[in-house]
């Protein structure tokens, strides 16, 4: 492993970090690399407001972790970045293997 690369995206891999840190968060992603799962799938399997899952779908929507796409009036969430389904595979294995 070589600090001076990843020197140069500390502060991306940071903010990705801050963003798993939080339980909830986490959930969402492990869910959604199950597949693409729509709000209300989530609330009932995360056992999360619809008001706070919002919130932190959001913040993984800025983050460019996840992306939408809407069904009438459905919203459905999925991982849409390489790195975070990657990230997700290396948590399970570390953790949940």
């Given at each position: 492993?070589d600090?001076?690369?990843?020197?140069?995206?500390?502060?991306n891999?940071?903010?990705?970090?801050?963003?798993?840190?939080?339980?909830?968060?986490?959930?969402?992603?492990?869910?959604?690399?199950?597949?693409?799962?729509?709000?209300?799938?989530?609330c009932?399997?995360?056992?999360?407001?619809?008001?706070?899952?919002?919130?932190?779908?959001?913040?993984?929507?800025?983050?460019?972790?996840?992306?939408?796409?809407?069904?009438?009036?459905?919203?459905?969430?999925?991982?849409?970045?390489?790195?975070?389904?990657?990230?997700?595979?290396?948590?399970?294995?570390?953790?949940?293997?």
């Open positions: 492993m600090a001076t690369e990843i020197a140069d995206k500390a502060d891999v940071a903010q990705r970090l801050a963003l798993l840190a939080n339980p909830n968060r986490l959930m969402i992603l492990c869910k959604l690399a199950e597949g693409e799962q729509s709000v209300g799938a989530l009932a399997a995360l056992d999360l407001s619809q008001s706070a899952l919002s919130q932190h779908l959001a913040k993984l929507r800025t983050a460019g972790m996840v992306a939408t796409r809407r069904e009438r009036q459905t919203i459905h969430y999925r991982i849409d970045d390489p790195d975070t389904v990657a990230l997700m595979r290396a948590l399970y294995d570390v953790f949940c293997a």
